[in-house]
């Protein structure tokens, strides 16, 4: 028994080794910097200890502003996105013609670029001196006047921008439920046909149930990667966020660790630190919930 | 209901593109008596499910006519045909609850038919305690033992009183013991409900042991049907005659010559039969031990199982390498040779294409 209790030691080790120099360490860190008030990498010297960087951070403009757009681009883009690919994903398997193209078109984003998509949303809604740009040309049919969606007004640029996340992040959800869809054993749905069960309320009694492990990981994931986005918006505004107003709270950490501002890696730490609180939080209802709602067998 | 298939045939397009289709059902016609329990019976394969899920409208027909009564359902889809159907993994929606398995068809209707929660309930309560379920309503079916999920297979096909059951290798999942329990049962289930019933399996001795009728099938087509027991007594062909009975019938090569039939050299009988080549097959209860019998075998061993001997003997004629005799045990053998004498009542003699011959 001890012996196996060494062995079981033994094995787990290097994952340990892993998980504690590359995240349990620099969390640790961090954490500590978060406290140290005006640390300089330069001369790993600081005046003080304490909350302070906690209050400058959560009063400055800039933050709030970062939190604001991230928290707007999570709760619009991750039940917006995951409720988009589960339509798609349905509808893509229940067509036999041509899924395998679809299903091919669906994906294509996730293989592409971020920077070589955000050209293309540039292409989309950008205005240049000859040329409205093609969202603003067709919104022109319906009689909409041109929209400045790169420079313009705030809620501009947040669509684009969540138009953006959405798009980037649904192919990799469409090509996970496909295969749940894909995976729901067909003698369910035949039971259910037997007994003349509805169309929705099969979809809603059997193939969402079974499917929600699936659709659950896509959430948890989806906010996890919502609340760190970053570089989408630096795809579509460029590396000044700050001045486009459309800056996440990572850029705000980026900034403050190496940005024009930069050299401020205490506010940089506690920033993270209340951003990991966020998702830690946010994941742990999540975490909550799925317990009455997710079913697994 | 009575039920009525009329030259019924299934085609499944062929896998690639160059391949042959797959005749699953090839030309069944059949008549089921209102309130009958056949069972339909044949190796893997031989298109047994494919029948149920025509009867069931998962399937749509290539050729031929469905009735019940006198109904032509052949266009209908499952939900208008009424039927229940018990799948062979039995299909209990894992996360419901017993009850809410139970409930889950009756809360399809609609209109007029629309019931209340408590009438939903009540009903379901009630087809539980048929199947001896009601106790276990909260549960869900990864709680229960494979017998108990069987069950509620059953009760959820049975609660919203179909004109026909249908039930797919239900036992094929089950435990040896909990097989011979709940073929009783069904058995039980189906005489009080009175409901006709269609039972396919793969095991010989669970379709003779609780169906009114038997149907053989073999590559889609119907080999014979008939009482289980004039079926055993009488097979129509060679196929019924290896498929039924445990253990299984001895096959050997025989001989008709100047009007005597032959295995090997020794002539067992005379018959009017012409001169020619047949299969002799003989159920293992057919042999009597005899000092001067005419089929001699070479003795293997000897099996006591209870109140029967089984003797294992080989014949350099039997198609396999060994056959088995069934005798009463107070024969004592003590010879290497053993002699038989065989009870014509359960020999029958088959031509080399399989067919029957009479003597
Ligand atoms: N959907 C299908 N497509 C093509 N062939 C099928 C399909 N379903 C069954 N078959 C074929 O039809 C034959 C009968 O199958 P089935 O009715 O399932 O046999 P059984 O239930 O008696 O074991 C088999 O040869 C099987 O391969
Ligand atoms: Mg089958």
């Known amino acids: ?297 | 209901m009575k039920v009525t298939l009329k030259s019924l045939t299934k085609k499944f397009p062929s896998r690639n593109k160059k391949g042959e289709e797959v005749i699953a059902v090839n030309n069944v016609s059949l008549d089921i008596e209102d309130g009958m329990l056949i069972g339909l019976l044949g190796p893997s394969g031989c298109g047994k499910s494919t029948i149920l899920n025509l009867l069931s409208g998962l399937l749509k027909a290539t050729d031929g006519q469905i009735f019940f009564g006198d109904d032509d359902v052949t266009g209908l889809p499952p939900e208008s045909r009424g039927v229940g159907l018990v799948f062979q993994n039995y299909a209990l929606y894992p996360h419901l609850t017993v009850r809410q398995n139970i409930t889950f068809p009756l809360e399809n209707r609609r209109g007029k038919d629309k019931l209340t929660r408590d009438e939903m309930n009540e009903m379901a309560l009630e087809t539980a305690r048929l199947v001896q379920i009601d106790t276990l309503m909260d549960r869900k079916p990864s709680e229960l033992s494979g017998g108990q999920q069987q069950r509620v297979a059953i009760a959820r096909a049975l609660v919203k009183k179909p004109k026909i059951l249908l039930l797919d290798e239900p036992l094929s999942n089950l435990d040896a013991r909990l097989r011979l329990q709940t073929r009783e049962e069904i058995r039980r289930i189906q005489r009080s409900t009175g409901i006709t019933t269609v039972f396919v399996t793969h095991d010989q001795e669970e379709a003779m042991s609780i169906s009114d009728l038997i149907v053989v099938m073999r590559d889609g087509i119907v080999q014979q049907v008939g009482k289980p027991q004039e079926v055993y007594d009488n097979p129509a062909n060679l196929f019924v005659a290896k498929f039924l009975g445990t253990p299984p019938i001895n096959v050997f090569n025989g001989e008709v010559r100047d009007g005597k039939l032959y295995i090997g050299d020794e002539a067992i009988l005379d018959t009017s039969l012409d001169n020619c080549e047949v299969d002799v097959a003989i159920r293992p209860e057919g042999f009597e031990l005899s000092e001067n019998g005419g089929l001699t075998c070479e003795l293997s061993r000897v099996e006591v199982m209870g109140r029967d001997v089984s003797i294992v003997a080989t014949h350099t004629a039997a198609h396999t390498p060994t056959i088995r005799a069934i005798i009463d045990s107070d024969n004592v053998i003590s010879t290497d040779s053993v002699r038989f004498d065989i009870k014509p009542s359960k020999m029958f003699v088959f031509d080399k294409s399989g067919n029957k011959l009479t003597l």
């Open chain 1, 1 to 297: 028994m001890k012996n196996n209790n060494l062995k079981a030691w033994l094995y787990l080790l290097p994952a340990f080794v892993f998980i504690g120099a590359f995240l349990v360490y620099p969390l640790i860190d961090v954490l500590i910097y978060s406290f140290e008030e005006g640390y300089n990498f330069a001369s790993q010297t600081y005046f003080g200890t304490g909350g302070y960087n906690y209050s400058y951070v959560l009063h400055d403009p800039y933050f709030l502003k970062a939190l604001k757009n991230t928290l707007i681009l999570v709760g619009v883009t991750v039940p917006l996105s995951t409720i988009f690919s589960l339509a798609i994903s349905v509808a893509l398997s229940s067509i036999e013609k041509l899924r395998n193209l679809f299903q091919t078109v669906y994906f294509l984003p996730y293989v592409t670029n971020t920077l070589a998509v955000g050209l293309v949303f540039m292409i989309l809604f950008n205005q240049t001196p000859y040329t409205p740009g093609l969202v603003n040309t067709v919104l022109g049919v319906f009689g909409v006047e041109p929209i400045d969606f790169i420079a313009g007004p705030y809620w501009a640029k947040m669509t684009v921008l969540c138009i953006y996340t959405i798009w980037v992040v649904m192919p990799f959800k469409v090509l996970i439920l496909t295969s749940a869809l894909a995976s729901v054993n067909e003698t369910y749905y035949n039971a259910a046909r037997i007994d003349g069960t509805p169309k929705w309320r099969v979809f809603r009694k059997i193939t969402l149930p079974m499917i929600s492990p699936t659709l659950f990981y896509l959430v948890i994931t989806g906010f996890i990667g919502a609340f760190k986005a970053y570089s989408d918006a630096v795809a579509l505004f460029g590396v000044d966020l700050n001045a486009a107003e459309m800056n996440t709270i990572v850029g705000y950490v980026y900034d403050m660790l190496y940005g024009n501002s930069g050299g401020y890696p205490s506010y940089a730490s506690a920033a993270a630190i209340i951003l990991f609180a966020i998702v830690l939080t946010i994941t742990c209802i999540n975490l909550l919930v799925s317990k009455k709602h997710v079913h697994y067998n």
